[in-house]
């Protein structure tokens, strides 16, 4: 099983739709965990962190669910700007053992 | 932009060819990482130095040699490569290292391609 998870998708939405990703890990000690956003041809830049208590910054929303190992990433009222590849990134004990997930990618289209 | 540069930003190499990647950080942050990252595959993470001491080689082949010469400036040295090294190499940084939570800040890495 792959430490981190994820559907590659394409996900193809219409502006203005609601979009949800899940990333599952496979380590149960694992205790950090990000959202990450990367445009083509561009690096990974950090998106949000995810916390237990969810975390919500306008229309991005993380959740964590530690007892079924997965994160998710909600983003309401989708922008053709939002149009990336969204990366789930696990960290388990120091801050080196961080791994990546292959990113699901989203089109938003008109 | 992230204050974290990376030179070259494209490079074509022979395999017999010897070559270096430089990473330099503006954030006054004291780990840094170099990346690999492939088509269709997760990043993977190569090489982690704290304090310009590596801390961390994720079983990289040797033709990939790291240099930190200070927190600022992160090399990776590249000799006798092959064709499916070809990949975008990101180099990184954050705060510290032992603080889990602390943010990692990319370049925009170098695309190298291995003839």
């Known amino acids: 099983r792959k430490e981190v998870e994820q559907d590659p998708g394409p996900f193809n939405v219409p502006e203005g739709a609601t979009v949800a990703f899940n990333c599952t890990y496979s380590?149960?000690?694992?205790?950090?965990f990000f959202w990450y956003r990367q445009d083509c041809r561009k690096e990974p830049k950090l998106l949000m962190s995810v916390y237990s208590s969810g975390n919500e910054d306008g229309r991005f929303t993380a959740q964590l669910n530690r007892a079924s190992q997965y994160i998710s990433l909600l983003i309401r009222d989708s922008k053709l700007s939002d149009s990336a590849t969204y990366l789930c990134v696990v960290i388990t004990g120091t801050a080196s053992k961080l791994t990546f997930g292959t990113g699901t990618r989203l089109q938003v289209t008109l | 932009e992230t204050g974290v540069t990376q030179t070259p930003r494209h490079l074509v190499m022979g395999m017999t060819n010897k070559k270096s990647l430089k990473c330099e950080q503006h954030l006054g942050h004291n780990a840094m990482y170099w990346y690999k990252q492939s088509a269709k595959k997760p990043l993977e993470l190569m090489f982690v130095y704290s304090l310009e001491e590596r801390v961390e080689n994720n079983s990289v082949p040797s033709r990939f040699s790291p240099e930190c010469p200070n927190s600022s400036h992160l090399f990776l040295h590249l000799h006798t490569l092959q064709p499916e090294d070809s990949a975008l190499y990101l180099c990184?940084?954050?705060?510290?290292?032992?603080?889990?939570?602390?943010?990692?800040?990319f370049g925009p890495g170098t695309r190298l391609t291995v003839l």
């Open positions: 990184a940084s954050s705060q510290d290292l032992g603080v889990f939570t602390d943010t990692q800040y």
């Open positions: 380590n149960s000690a694992s205790q950090s």
